[in-house]
């Protein structure tokens, strides 16, 4: 019997819509997000929001890297700010230029050609490529800040030394 391809090569913008709405509704424990954008469109926003609702409501952790300057659009930063209110974890990476996406450590999307992403996407569920890709997020994620949603900042991840600590030094 034939099985089905572990890497799917998606070229329309409306079937790549169709399988993100699909992940993000059958997602059960995780999304990882890598989005190297500066800022998002409006009609992003409003389609990408109440998938990611509906996925917090459920329990579902979302984890959401973004670059510096997605937090100077006013759109982009108040729905982060949103995202983050209702329980997502946020952090921002002036080293992120790669955009990826992982649904429950089993499916892994990610552009046909980095540079330009509108040509596509792959859809991989091969336990070896999604691996890789979740270990280079996970690098990702250690190195950025968090962002904060009371101040719409990132804040380094290096804690606060205590005043016992400050008198020592």
């Not at 992403?117 to 691996?131: D, F, H, P, Q």
Request: with cysteine.
């Amino acid at each position: 019997p034939e099985t089905a391809p572990t890497v799917e090569r998606i070229t329309d913008v409306k079937e790549i819509r169709t399988r993100l709405d699909e992940l993000s509704f059958f997602a059960r424990t995780e999304v990882l997000s890598a989005e190297p954008y500066d800022a998002l469109s409006v009609e992003n926003i409003e389609h990408a929001c109440p998938l990611d609702m509906r996925c917090l409501r459920r329990g579902v952790v979302i984890r959401n890297l973004v670059r510096p300057e997605a937090l100077e659009d006013p759109p982009t930063a108040a729905y982060l700010t949103e995202l983050a209110v209702a329980g997502a974890e946020i952090r921002v990476s002036g080293e992120l230029t790669e955009l990826m996406l992982v649904y429950d450590h089993h499916t892994a999307l990610v552009p046909i050609d980095p540079q330009h992403t509108s040509k596509g996407a792959l859809c991989a569920r091969e336990s070896g490529i999604v691996t890789n890709i979740i270990r280079h997020f996970e690098r990702l994620w250690d190195d950025a800040d968090v962002f904060s949603p009371l101040t719409g900042l990132a804040e380094s991840t290096d804690p606060e030394l205590t005043q016992a600590q400050k008198k020592v030094l």
